[in-house]
């Protein structure tokens, strides 16, 4: 079975699954002890320019870290990834005129890898910042980010070839009970449930030119990056922004349909017409979102059960208590507690 192509969901490529087959096998296991449970392609390489539901996504990695045991073998794995093993991610920073350019080139071609989050690149008097907003509607995304933050970290100490550099990684998820050379290695400069997922940058090597940096080669790359980008743009999704809408809505605590279809500039039949199309229903999508974030908050921060409800918009403590035991089949706490 291959994976869905979904271009009005929320949704990563693919490919990015594949990458943790030679992961898997270097632990004894097999791209099928993750593919069946995902209904994904027998072949890993199968992925290549499909496109699959974030959350999905996600679900994968989280996965793949229980299955092998380890919750922090992925910070080694991507740290030690090939150079060019993420094509155009890769070349459109390694063969940038400086780091500056690169870190710019991440933010500007984001949406050839997902279209419901963003990098974006900042600098202040002393810092370089790199950062991923990466929406908690779409639920845990701890493996997912120990990849994200070890392989930028990796091609950033490549470029700039300095031992003496030193980066700082802060990520909101919380800290793994094993133990990895990435983590040794940054110390106290590996940050763990913090207000952001980012990496910060001395700003003084923010000049630093890429060693396999070529302008005829870049000029290439970026050519063919930015007409990947406008193809993805021009695709209409609707459903990226109800949800996002819904998100927010829960948040204020008025999440209602009559809002969020007024908050978007559409008719609530417009709203519904659109989720019609995509098989679901305001109430259905809403559902979802709610059990995202739920399992989100409960997993990887230390919010307080009240907040929590509050946050999802639920009225008190025990409707919220009920909805957990609906989706996870546990209380909150305890579902918390087998995290």
């Not at 991440?106 to 279209?115: D, G, K, V």
Request: glycine share 4%; charged share 25%; net charge positive.
């Amino acid at each position: 079975m291959a994976a869905r192509k979904l271009h009005s969901e929320e949704w990563g490529q693919a490919e990015q699954i594949g990458y943790l087959e030679p992961l898997l096998i270097s632990k004894g296991f097999r791209w099928q002890d993750l593919a069946l449970r995902f209904s994904l392609p027998k072949r890993a390489a199968d992925l290549k320019n499909q496109k699959i539901e974030m959350q999905i996504l996600l679900e994968v990695f989280e996965y793949a870290a229980e299955l092998i045991g380890d919750d922090a073998a992925i910070l080694d794995y991507y740290s030690d990834m090939p150079h060019g093993a993420i094509p155009t991610f890769d070349y459109v920073a390694l063969c940038a005129p400086s780091l500056r350019a690169a870190l710019q080139n991440w933010q500007r071609f984001i949406a050839l890898r997902t279209n419901c989050y963003q990098m974006t690149f900042t600098e202040d008097r002393a810092l370089g910042i790199l950062t991923w907003d990466v929406p908690d509607r779409l639920g845990p995304r701890t493996q997912n980010m120990f990849a994200k933050v070890a392989w930028a970290s990796s091609r950033i100490e490549y470029i700039v070839k300095d031992p003496d550099m030193r980066l700082t990684v802060e990520l909101t998820v919380p800290s793994p009970q094993c133990t990895s050379r990435f983590q040794k290695k940054y110390g106290n400069r590996l940050k763990f449930s913090q207000p952001r997922d980012r990496i910060l940058i001395p700003g003084r090597y923010l000049g630093a030119v890429p060693p396999k940096s070529e302008a005829n080669l870049y000029t290439l790359v970026e050519t063919m990056a930015m007409a990947e980008v406008e193809k993805v743009l021009s695709l209409h999704d609707p459903i990226t922004r109800i949800r996002a809408a819904i998100n927010d809505h829960l948040k204020a605590g008025d999440c209602k349909l009559e809002r969020v279809a007024k908050s978007l500039g559409m008719s609530q039949r417009s709203l519904q017409r659109h989720l019609e199309a995509e098989g679901t229903s305001f109430r259905n999508l809403t559902d979802m979102i709610r059990r995202s974030l739920a399992s989100r908050y409960l997993r990887e921060t230390n919010l307080g059960l009240k907040e929590i409800a509050f946050l999802l918009g639920f009225s008190d403590l025990s409707s919220f208590s009920r909805a957990v035991k609906t989706w996870f089949g546990v209380s909150p706490s305890q579902y918390r507690r087998d995290r």
